[in-house]
């Protein structure tokens, strides 16, 4: 059983940053990889980013050289650093782990203004 808590969200101008924050409670050793999945209105949920447990990391075209995820395993966080957001960046971010079976956070509002 796994918990995920995300924070970080908010609303920011064009071209600013923001970090996203997924805290993992419960039995860590066995995730296979974390994602941070977005969903905006009408929109389908989609992966922008991912890590494996091996440290592998693969990004949505949309947003390749600007995000960037990362894990502190001393902390059991997983980041999502987002830089020169766009409007079209404006979403529902969710935390995702990958485990025996699929975990989501409660998602982080994130609010890119033109």
């Known amino acids: 059983q796994l918990q995920l808590v995300e924070s970080g969200g908010g609303v920011v101008q064009s071209g600013g940053s923001l970090r996203l924050s997924c805290a993992i409670y419960?039995?860590?050793?066995?995730?296979?990889?974390m994602g941070w999945y977005r969903q905006a209105p009408g929109k389908q949920r989609e992966l922008v980013a991912s890590?494996?447990?091996?440290?592998?990391?693969d990004y949505a075209d949309s947003v390749k050289g600007r995000f960037t995820i990362s894990r502190d395993n001393a902390k059991n966080t997983v980041y999502l650093q987002m830089n020169s957001l766009k409007p079209e960046d404006t979403a529902l971010y969710y935390c995702?782990?990958?485990?025996?079976?699929?975990?989501w956070g409660q998602g982080t509002q994130v609010t890119v203004s033109s």
């Open positions: 995702h782990a990958l485990s025996a079976w699929g975990y």
């Open positions: 419960g039995r860590i050793i066995s995730i296979y990889s």
């Open positions: 890590i494996t447990s091996g440290g592998g990391t």
